[in-house]
């Protein structure tokens, strides 16, 4: 078997629909796989019924953006008998339209500042939840750059930059198991201060992404993170476009688990392999 616990949909900042998604996995021989948007849940019933038609095992889950000194922290978030817990549904609903007027603040002063073309309308219909890819996307489209060049206007040290979210590792962790959720820190290899990342671990995490498409991703290491601090192993590919035009993300199945790896996670979340 083959489980990857990491991808996206246009749900989010993903290019793909749900069917897409799940063709990409039958093609690529993925069993299972979790659909982990971006602080957004509004895909996961569509697509756990496309998965059936298709005969793969769709789990559903979120990405919750969180930060920590300074350090976007992303915490995947699997739901315990693949059902959506009503505190994931409502914060989904809640953050849409904040990170929606984020968006409009932040791509008005990147043409006030930087003198950029900007597609707010464009910006607006591209996805349900805005993150700062979709304002990238936007930028690098409008102003003829390569996602490289328009990168600097988005980052966290552009004059530009809005915070998409206040909420911090550990309340962010809270959430989460209060809601019932199996939490995963998601590329821990993409922390700039790697220092920091057993500090993250003290939180309470139940697993960690030890396999994911990076270069900068060190598995032997985090490997032996998750025996020091007795987690469980996962592994994603982070898919967003399909063929990845990057290297911090992959087509789905690029990292997997395989049966024996994934079933102590599927035992939290109560289901059956």
Same mark, same amino acid.
């Given at each position: 078997? $083959? =489980?990857?616990?990491?991808?996206?949909?246009?749900?989010?900042?993903? %290019?793909?629909?749900?069917?897409?998604?799940?063709? $990409?996995?039958?093609?690529?021989?993925?069993?299972?796989?979790?659909?982990?948007?971006?602080?957004?849940?509004?895909?996961?019933?569509? %697509?756990?019924? =496309?998965?059936?038609?298709?005969?793969?095992?769709?789990?559903?889950?979120?990405?919750?953006?969180?930060?920590?000194?300074?350090?976007?922290?992303?915490?995947?978030? @699997?739901?315990?008998?693949?059902?959506?817990?009503?505190?994931?549904?409502?914060?989904?609903?809640?953050?849409?339209?904040? $990170?929606? !007027?984020?968006?409009? @603040?932040?791509?008005?002063?990147?043409?006030?500042?930087?003198?950029?073309? %900007?597609?707010?309308?464009?910006?607006?219909?591209?996805?349900?939840?805005?993150?700062?890819? !979709?304002?990238?996307?936007? %930028?690098?489209?409008?102003?003829?750059?390569?996602?490289?060049?328009?990168?600097?206007?988005?980052?966290?040290?552009?004059?530009?930059?809005?915070?998409?979210?206040?909420?911090?590792?550990?309340?962010?962790?809270?959430?989460?198991?209060?809601?019932?959720?199996?939490?995963?820190?998601?590329?821990?290899?993409?922390?700039?201060?790697?220092?920091?990342?057993?500090?993250?671990?003290?939180?309470?995490?139940?697993?960690?992404?030890? $396999?994911?498409?990076?270069?900068?991703?060190?598995?032997?290491?985090?490997?032996?993170?998750?025996?020091?601090? !007795?987690?469980?192993?996962?592994?994603?590919?982070?898919?967003?476009?399909?063929?990845?035009?990057?290297?911090?993300?992959?087509?789905?199945?690029?990292?997997?688990?395989?049966?024996?790896?994934?079933?102590?996670?599927?035992?939290?979340?109560?289901?059956?392999?």
């Amino acid at each position: 078997m $083959r =489980i990857d616990l990491h991808n996206h949909t246009f749900h989010s900042d993903g %290019i793909l629909s749900e069917e897409e998604l799940v063709k $990409r996995a039958k093609l690529n021989h993925v069993d299972i796989f979790a659909l982990t948007d971006h602080d957004s849940v509004f895909g996961d019933d569509k %697509i756990v019924e =496309i998965g059936k038609k298709y005969g793969i095992k769709v789990i559903k889950g979120l990405e919750l953006s969180t930060y920590y000194k300074g350090e976007s922290v992303h915490i995947i978030c @699997l739901f315990k008998d693949n059902i959506i817990p009503k505190a994931m549904l409502d914060f989904s609903i809640e953050i849409k339209e904040k $990170r929606k !007027n984020r968006a409009i @603040l932040m791509m008005q002063k990147i043409h006030d500042i930087y003198g950029l073309n %900007i597609d707010l309308d464009g910006l607006l219909k591209s996805s349900e939840v805005i993150t700062r890819a !979709n304002m990238l996307n936007n %930028i690098a489209k409008c102003n003829y750059l390569s996602r490289d060049e328009a990168s600097q206007y988005i980052s966290s040290s552009s004059k530009a930059y809005i915070p998409s979210t206040k909420l911090s590792t550990e309340d962010g962790i809270k959430f989460a198991k209060e809601a019932g959720c199996v939490v995963i820190f998601a590329h821990p290899c993409l922390i700039n201060h790697q220092e920091y990342v057993e500090e993250i671990l003290q939180f309470g995490f139940d697993g960690i992404e030890v $396999r994911y498409p990076s270069v900068r991703n060190d598995e032997a290491k985090f490997m032996a993170l998750a025996k020091k601090w !007795n987690l469980l192993i996962s592994a994603g590919s982070d898919c967003h476009r399909g063929d990845e035009p990057d290297g911090d993300h992959a087509d789905i199945g690029t990292c997997t688990l395989d049966e024996n790896e994934f079933e102590p996670i599927a035992k939290l979340l109560n289901l059956k392999i």
